[in-house]
């Protein structure tokens, strides 16, 4: 199961961080910074983040405005951006459903490998959450016990279906050889909500959705779906560590339309590239468990985007699509 992360740590490797150059070009108007994905979910609180940093920093002459567009599953944010082709004034935070929403919706006619690549900004992890109210459930094998006795009637959310959390809930399915039923939400931060208040059993919510009710001690994590514990769980052991071989991350990378101009390109991605260096940043992505190792851009990011769509449709193939959107 772990292909997807050595694919991704594989790409990684390959980029080396350039130092930012000046450039000609600059936004002539405001410029849409697409989220596919609903409000309070991590890509949101990322873009919101990041456009906060841009205001701050003043790094853009025209604002970027942060826009969702969870619906389909990401569909109407990747139509809206192949619809956008030649324009310089549009941008997009992606998750993994930038790879598996085209799969599954074979009809949609979006090819993401035409999209301008702009710079990955990070890895985001997933985590096993419960209700702190849920003290039967302590472990990994209490919890999977629990599920197995519950059956059917255990509820699983996550956002969308065919995304991210569906994906990793039917990798949970088959390596636990359970069933649950997954109930999808258009946002991470709904998830989080429903499962502070009881109408979820359990999430794979990434930490910036859960750490507000974390810290206040309303959600508790069971187990993380990283190599390694991540500097802000601990104390929370890997599944790898209690010899289940998941492993799965999700990238959050800036694209723009296919045709993107040579010199908007440029300046969209020396802009990220100088986010990324930012200590904000860097400490945002320590204090909510996200990878931000170096920034890969150009070339590098197409070919991982390239081979992650590989992975996802090999992953694909092997939990079914039928289980990732419970079709």
């Not at 109210?133 to 006795?149: C, F, G, M, N, P």
């Not at 059956?151 to 990793?168: A, N, R």
């Not at 946002?187 to 930490?207: F, R, Y």
């Not at 390694?228 to 929370?236: G, L, N, Y």
Request: charged share 20%; with cysteine; aromatic share 10%.
């Amino acid at each position: 199961m772990s292909f997807v992360k050595s694919l991704a740590v594989s790409a990684l490797a390959l980029a080396v961080a350039a130092p930012a150059v000046a450039q000609d070009w600059a936004p002539r108007k405001p410029v849409e910074f697409i989220i596919m994905a609903g409000t309070g979910g991590g890509a949101d609180q990322i873009a919101r983040l990041l456009q906060g940093l841009i205001e701050k920093k003043g790094l853009s002459s025209r604002p970027f405005i942060p826009i969702n567009k969870p619906g389909g599953s990401g569909a109407e944010a990747l139509r809206y951006l192949q619809d956008k082709a030649g324009d310089d004034h549009t941008v997009m935070m992606t998750l993994n459903s930038f790879y598996t929403t085209p799969i599954i919706q074979e009809d949609l006619g979006v090819d993401i490998t035409a999209f301008t690549p702009i710079g990955l900004m990070a890895m985001d992890t997933f985590l096993l959450w419960v209700n702190t109210d849920r003290e039967d459930i302590t472990d990994l094998d209490s919890y999977v016990e629990t599920v197995k006795a519950a059956g059917l009637d255990w509820k699983v959310g996550g956002t969308g279906s065919g995304q991210e959390d569906s994906v990793l809930t039917a990798m949970m399915e088959a390596a636990f050889d359970y069933d649950v039923t997954y109930i999808p939400f258009p946002g991470g931060g709904t998830v989080a909500k429903n499962l502070v208040g009881n109408q979820i059993d359990s999430t794979v919510n990434n930490p910036a959705e859960q750490m507000e009710f974390y810290r206040a001690g309303n959600s508790k994590p069971l187990v993380q779906f990283t190599g390694e514990r991540m500097a802000a769980f601990p104390d929370v052991p890997t599944a790898k560590e209690l010899g289940v071989d998941i492993e799965y991350y999700m990238q959050r990378s800036v694209n723009g339309p296919p045709g993107m101009s040579a010199e908007a390109t440029a300046f969209y991605t020396n802009l990220f590239e100088e986010l990324f260096n930012s200590q904000e940043w860097q400490d945002y992505c320590t204090s909510d468990g996200l990878t931000c190792d170096n920034f890969m851009k150009g070339a590098d990011l197409a070919n991982f985007h390239a081979t992650q769509k590989v992975a996802h449709e090999k992953l694909i193939e092997q939990v079914g699509a039928k289980a990732i959107t419970g079709e």
